[in-house]
C-alpha cells in the first residue's frame, strides 16, 4: 500500500544511527556474499575492528539487534543446533537475517555515497545502438522459446533504463549550478572543445539510430506483440514462488513496451521525450558557445591594440594619395556615420554564418511622432440631458421588469427556492447576490433593489436551483419580504 508508513526507513534517521547503520550495512555486505544468518557474536566482532565501538558489549548489539527486528529491518530465529546442555538449549540462541527493505535501503545508500552530490549519467550512444539490435531481434523471435523471448525483453528494458537514466541525469548536470559556475571560468576554455566534440557526437549517432527505432516501432503488429509477450509471461510464471503473485503481469509488461514507444514516438499529451533530449543538447552546445563568445569578446576588450595600429599606420605611409588612403580606411575601419537597422531576431544561433547567407528579417515600423494638438482650442460642451434621461428611463423600465418576474414567484411574501420552476439566470444571479449581502449582517437582513427588505434564511436541506443556462446544488433558501407587494406599490 503506496500510504502505509516506512518503518523500515526508521533506522536511517533515528538517534542511534551512529550504531543502527553499522550493523545493516555489515548484514547487507553478507548478504551480497550470499550468507543470509548471522549471529550477535559475529556482529560484535565486526563493530568492536572500529575505535568507536571499542566499549560495546553483547548487550548492547542484542539491544540494538531487537530495536532493528521491531522495524522490520531483520527477521530473528531461534538456532539450537549448538545447544549441548538443557541451559543452554532453553537459552534464546537467536540468529537475524535481513529483510527485502533493508537490501534495497542500503543499495540505494551505496549508490548515493558513490555518486556524491553531482549528477552522473552520461550520452552512451552504443546503447541506442544496442537497443536497436534487440529490438530487431524481438521483430523476428516468432519461432523463439519462451526462455530466449524473456532474455530479449529482459535485455530491452535493461538498454531503455540506462539510456533514460544516464541521459536525464547527465541533462541534468550539465544544466547544474556548478556546471554553470564552472563555465564562467577561465579554466573552462581547456575543457570546451572536448565537451562540445562529446555533444556533438552524441547528437549525431542519435539521429543516425534514433530513426531506425522510431521506424522499428511503427511496424510491431499488436497480434506479433501479443504472442511474444505471453511467451514472457510464460517464462515468468515458471520461475518458483510459495506466495500466489496477485498482479497481472501481461498488462504489466505491455504498459512498460507502451512507455518505451512513447519515449521514441511521442503521446497524445506531447513530443517525445526523445525530441526533448535532442533539444536539451543542443540548447547545451548553444550555450556552451555563447560562453565561449563572451570569454573571447572580455578577452578582446583587454588586450592591447597598439601593436596592431602600428602596423596600419606603416601601410597608410606608404599610400600616395588621400584617395587611396580612404579606400584603404573603408576596408579596415568600416564606413564612417552608417545607420543601423535593429530586427526582431537572427534567424540563426550559428556565431560562423555570414550575414548574406541569412534569410530577411521583416520589421514593422510604427510612427512613432504623436499628432500634434492645439492647446489653446476651445472645446464646446454638448448638453447630453436628453440622452441621461433616456437611459434612466431604461434602467428604471428594466428594474421594473425584473421585479414583476420576482413578484410572479412569490407566495405571499415568501419565495423559496426549491418550490422554483426553471428561471432565467439573471433572477438566479439576483437571489444569490441578495444571499451574499444577508451574510454580512447579523440579522441576515438586506435592502433589494426595488426598495423592499428581505429577510434571508438558509436551511439544511440542499436542493437544485435550475434555470435556463444550467442547474446549480445549492442549501434551500427562504426569501421573507418584510413588506407586502401590495404595500409595496402603494408606495412605489
Not at 500510504?3 to 523500515?8: A, S
Not at 550470499?34 to 575505535?51: A, G, N, S, T
Not at 535532442?278 to 555563447?290: F, H, K, L, P
Not at 433616456?390 to 412569490?410: G, T
Amino acid at each position: 500500500m503506496i500510504k502505509r508508513r516506512i518503518k523500515e526507513a526508521t533506522y536511517l534517521t533515528a538517534e542511534k544511527a551512529w550504531s543502527y547503520r553499522p550493523i545493516l550495512r555489515y548484514f547487507y555486505i553478507q548478504h551480497e556474499r550470499m550468507r543470509e544468518f548471522l549471529f550477535p557474536e559475529e556482529i560484535l566482532d565486526h563493530l568492536k575492528q572500529h575505535e568507536e565501538f571499542e566499549d560495546y558489549t553483547l548487550e548492547m548489539v542484542q539491544q540494538d539487534l531487537e530495536s532493528l527486528t521491531k522495524w522490520g529491518n531483520l527477521i530473528a530465529s531461534q538456532d539450537h543446533r549448538k545447544a549441548k546442555t538443557i541451559d543452554e538449549y532453553k537459552k534464546k540462541n537467536a540468529r537475524y537475517q535481513c529483510t527485502p527493505y533493508t537490501v534495497e535501503f542500503e543499495r540505494m545508500m551505496v549508490q548515493l555515497e558513490q555518486m556524491g552530490d553531482t549528477f552522473g549519467g552520461s550520452l552512451e550512444k552504443t546503447q541506442f545502438e544496442r537497443l536497436y539490435q534487440v529490438l530487431l531481434k524481438i521483430e523476428k523471435s516468432n519461432h523463439q522459446s519462451a526462455e530466449e523471448s524473456a532474455q530479449l525483453w529482459a535485455d530491452a528494458m535493461t538498454y531503455f533504463r540506462q539510456i533514460t537514466r544516464n541521459t536525464s541525469d547527465y541533462i541534468a548536470y550539465i544544466h547544474s549550478e556548478k556546471v554553470a559556475e564552472k563555465m564562467k571560468t577561465e579554466a573552462f576554455l581547456v575543457y570546451k572543445d572536448r565537451f562540445t566534440i562529446y555533444l556533438r557526437d552524441f547528437i549525431v549517432g542519435l539521429q543516425r539510430t534514433s530513426n531506425q527505432i522510431q521506424e522499428l516501432l511503427t511496424e510491431f503488429s499488436d497480434e506479433s506483440l501479443r504472442l511474444f509477450f505471453e511467451k514472457v509471461v510464460l517464462h515468468q510464471q515458471q520461475t518458483f514462488r510459495i506466495e500466489e503473485e496477485q498482479r497481472d503481469i501481461l498488462t504489466e509488461q505491455l504498459e512498460k513496451w507502451k512507455s518505451l514507444k512513447e519515449w521514441f514516438l511521442g503521446s497524445a499529451y506531447g513530443e517525445s521525450e526523445f525530441e526533448r533530449l535532442q533539444e536539451r543538447t543542443n540548447e547545451a552546445i548553444r550555450r556552451i558557445t555563447r560562453v565561449v563568445q563572451r570569454m573571447s569578446e572580455r578577452h578582446q576588450q583587454f588586450r592591447s591594440r597598439r601593436r596592431d595600429y602600428e602596423h596600419l599606420a606603416k601601410w597608410f605611409e606608404r599610400l600616395d594619395s588621400i584617395e587611396e588612403a580612404h579606400e584603404l580606411s573603408s576596408v579596415v575601419f568600416g564606413i564612417f556615420h552608417t545607420k543601423h537597422f535593429v530586427g526582431d531576431a537572427r534567424p540563426t544561433d550559428d556565431l560562423y554564418t555570414d550575414i548574406w547567407e541569412e534569410q530577411p528579417i521583416k520589421h514593422v515600423v510604427n510612427e512613432r511622432a504623436e499628432p500634434t494638438r492645439n492647446a489653446n482650442k476651445t472645446i464646446a460642451i454638448i448638453d447630453r440631458k436628453a440622452e441621461i434621461e433616456a437611459v434612466q428611463r431604461e434602467y428604471l423600465s428594466r428594474l421594473d421588469q425584473q421585479r414583476r418576474i420576482i413578484e410572479q414567484y412569490m407566495d405571499e411574501r415568501w419565495l423559496r427556492i426549491k418550490q422554483l420552476p426553471v428561471i432565467d439566470p439573471f433572477v438566479r444571479k439576483l437571489l444569490l447576490n441578495w444571499v451574499g449581502k444577508a451574510m454580512l449582517h447579523e440579522d441576515q437582513l438586506v435592502q433589494t433593489e426595488f426598495g423592499t427588505t428581505v429577510r434571508v434564511t438558509i436551511q439544511q436541506e440542499r436542493v437544485i436551483l435550475r434555470s435556463t443556462d444550467g442547474d446549480l446544488e445549492m442549501p434551500d433558501v427562504h426569501y421573507e419580504f418584510l413588506e407586502k407587494r401590495g404595500e409595496t406599490d402603494a408606495t412605489r
